[in-house]
């Protein structure tokens, strides 16, 4: 990994990093007076949003780094879980696993990922309870899965979706060393089968389930970029299959977002690929459009942070 890390930087380190600056400063910019950032203008501070910026800035811009850190840690609810924006009611929501990832990634107090790995582990997506399983296996046909193996849902009392599964996965792991060692190795074990039993036909995932009254649904690109970074088994059949869906997949993407997303994906995995799609998202944000969303640009920082080798905050 590390000799990738060098060939990669020696040849893209000086096209990237002036890039990289400018997306921080606009990042900074936008940061809510109380801390945090919100996805919408004059909105409150989301939680989804903020993690992302939070990751996307430099250890240099210490205040706004400072009141993001402190928002969140402040938004945590008693229970270890966070809410989906400030304000919002004291239920937690998948934003739990991506706040704890983004607090290690930023070296904050080790208590709260931990805290919050531990309400992961008490959770999981509906169809793991007896009742939805028997629904499932008996009466509700549309959707075909195995509800033996599932994930954590985007919110309490919901089924699994692929990105919460995702990113509660790379929590807990993350979080191993804090959590309940055996309670949280079947969990992972769980959740790992369930994306496999989940992707789709031709490779990748969609939102959550692969196939719908009969017929095989097509992979979404982030989707599928956020669920190879739970899976990095060496050897993974899975992984390789999604890995190749999305190669071709990024030529045409005009998503910064998406390719961002993969991006960071086919760093985890030291896919050559990484360098194309580098090279278009770079065009992609340069364009005349442009790119003006919080989530969007944060990512975008993250992958090239990333791709320069200044830590991934989603490997474990």
Not at 108 to 127: M, Q, V
Request: hydrophobic residues 45%; neutral net charge.
């Amino acid at each position: 990994m590390r000799v990738f890390r060098q060939i990669f930087c020696l040849k893209n380190l000086i096209p990237f990093m002036g890039l990289l600056q400018d997306i921080q400063a606009e990042i900074e910019k936008r940061s809510l007076s109380g801390g945090g950032w919100t996805a919408s203008n004059g909105g409150r501070a989301g939680v989804e949003t903020t993690c992302y910026a939070l990751m996307a800035l430099s250890a240099d811009q210490e205040t706004a780094r400072k009141k993001a850190i402190d928002l969140l840690l402040r938004l945590q609810n008693p229970d270890g879980s966070w809410p989906a924006f400030e304000g919002d009611d004291s239920q937690g929501c998948w934003t739990t696993a991506l706040a704890a990832i983004a607090l290690r990634f930023v070296s904050s107090p080790l208590e709260p990922p931990a805290r919050a790995a531990r309400w992961l582990l008490t959770h999981k997506g509906r169809e793991g309870h007896w009742l939805w399983k028997w629904k499932f296996r008996t009466l509700d046909r549309a959707v075909q899965f195995n509800p033996d193996k599932y994930g954590w849902s985007w919110f309490p009392g919901t089924v699994s979706w692929v990105i919460p599964t995702a990113f509660s996965l790379i929590a807990i792991k993350q979080s191993l060393s804090y959590s309940e060692n055996n309670r949280a190795t079947d969990r992972i074990r769980i959740g790992t089968e369930m994306l496999r039993d989940r992707a789709c036909p031709q490779g990748g995932w969609n939102a959550g389930n692969a196939v719908v009254f009969g017929s095989a649904l097509g992979p979404h690109i982030d989707t599928t970029a956020i669920a190879l970074l739970a899976l990095t088994e060496p050897g993974d059949g899975t992984a390789a299959h999604a890995l190749k869906s999305i190669r071709d997949a990024v030529t045409d993407c005009s998503s910064a977002y998406s390719l961002a997303w993969s991006a960071v994906a086919f760093c985890l995995h030291r896919d050559p690929v990484v360098h194309r799609c580098m090279d278009h998202l770079r065009r992609v944000i340069a364009g005349a459009d442009g790119v003006s969303n919080i989530e969007s640009l944060s990512l975008a920082a993250i992958a090239i942070k990333t791709a320069e080798g200044m830590g991934n905050p989603f490997e474990v």
